[in-house]
């Protein structure tokens, strides 16, 4: 069978929303999937408008294997910081074919707001 996912990925609508004060922190995250049998080195770019682009992130995700990067993590973006409540875009190449799927968990309004969505 052939494996599944594309090595370019594009997340158009990201804003990394504040933890807030309930029991489910606010978060956005990048779920990786890799089908193939060799390791995926991916280089992650973020897009701004109103400054440079940031491209010094890098994921790896074992063959066969998921992986979750949050991006309230600093330790999931390579030490960066991604700011809060800012518009940005995501750009994902890899090494190897993987499917990217995006979520953002919201909690600043009284109705919980949780989305996903695959990345183009």
């Known amino acids: 069978m052939a494996t599944v996912g594309k090595k370019n990925w594009i997340v158009p609508d990201c804003e990394l929303p504040p933890e807030g ?12 999937v890799n089908d193939t ?4 080195n991916i280089k992650v ?14 994921w790896t995700v ?9 991006m309230n993590n600093s330790d999931d ?4 910081i991604v700011p ?14 993987i499917v990217v799927q995006y979520g953002r968990l919201d909690n600043r309004q009284t109705n919980l707001a949780y989305y996903t969505t695959l990345a183009y």
Do not use: W
Request: with cysteine.
């Open 21 to 32: 004060e309930g029991v489910l922190k606010g978060h956005e995250s990048v779920i990786v």
């Open 37 to 40: 049998n060799k390791t995926a």
């Open 45 to 58: 770019t973020l897009f701004f408008a109103d400054k440079d682009a940031y491209e010094n992130i890098t």
């Open 62 to 70: 074992e063959p066969k294997r998921v992986r979750c990067f949050r």
């Open 77 to 80: 973006m390579s030490g960066y």
């Open 84 to 97: 809060l409540e800012t518009q940005y875009a995501m750009k994902i190449e890899s090494s190897q074919k």
